[in-house]
DNA sequence: TATAAAGTATACTAAAATAGTAGACAATAT
DNA sequence: ATATTGTCTACTATTTTAGTATACTTTATA
């Protein structure tokens, strides 16, 4: 029941993009450092951001990648849906013909419950909410202390 | 993101178990059959389970494996962890060390987040509460219906 | 307009996890 | 005694995941 590193290294690189966030494209060679994900896998997880529209890429000398929408539009659930493919726990969700039981089925309608549990989250969490978050953690707001 | 059978086999052995509750153990080859899962392969599953005390088990002639606790007892999220280990969608979760960046890993709370609301799911259905869903299925409440 | 610096595409390989099989062994009801 | 049933350990096959390699295309800019 583990992600794969498709959907981590993903939201990573995004955030990533996000928080470099100027009219400049991004170079992938920069994001596979600081990110410490090989150049050569990083390009496979940026080919399916682009064609499903999370980002847009200049090619050639000084291109690179941006987010195509702003951040606040990019959904981790969409995300992790483009990486990893749909989120569903057992295979019968989506296609309730791999098992003959599936209509009649209660654990089905369990995994079922885990799966919308799940989404709930990520349907609520934008790559803006990240990069909010991480300036949270990085500069966090001073704190006043009573004596 | 995918469950395993291991998960999914359990889950549905142990309903079997369940529905069959009488005072007389089940036999493993019963539920293989039932559950369309090969003996063998189920024995690796009901191993675990006896282990962790989920099932107990009588051996010899007319043996079998019976619940060890009342079905209202068993949490699903109990048998999923068993059977799938931790359901913690990244390493991380559980050991931050394996990723230096974990302190301050905004990506790594969201995985948390999610893993929460899957437990939360998990722990509030029983096997008690499986039998219940399963009995409605089969013989739905009678249905006025109003001309 | 030549060229270096990017991204793109396809094919391959290695490693790990998952799923499943086989067979000898141990306990027990009858 | 013995047939029936669970237990244990080892092995194998398959699939998925992760990663590498290499040739190719596009484009800014000198």
Redesign the interface.
Known sequence: ????TR??YG??AL?DIALQSSDEPVQLKEIAQREDISLQYLEHLVTPLISAGIIRSQRGAKGGVMLARPASEIK?SEI?NIL??T?????CIEHPDVCERSH????R???D??KK??D???EN?TLQN?VE??MK??KPEPVMYYI
């Open positions: 029941m583990k992600l794969s959907a981590r939201s990573r955030l981790l992790v990893e493919g989120i569903d726990p057992v295979e009649s089925c209660v654990t309608d369990i995994w419950e885990v549990a799940m709930a989250v990520l969490i990240l978050r991480y953690k990085e």
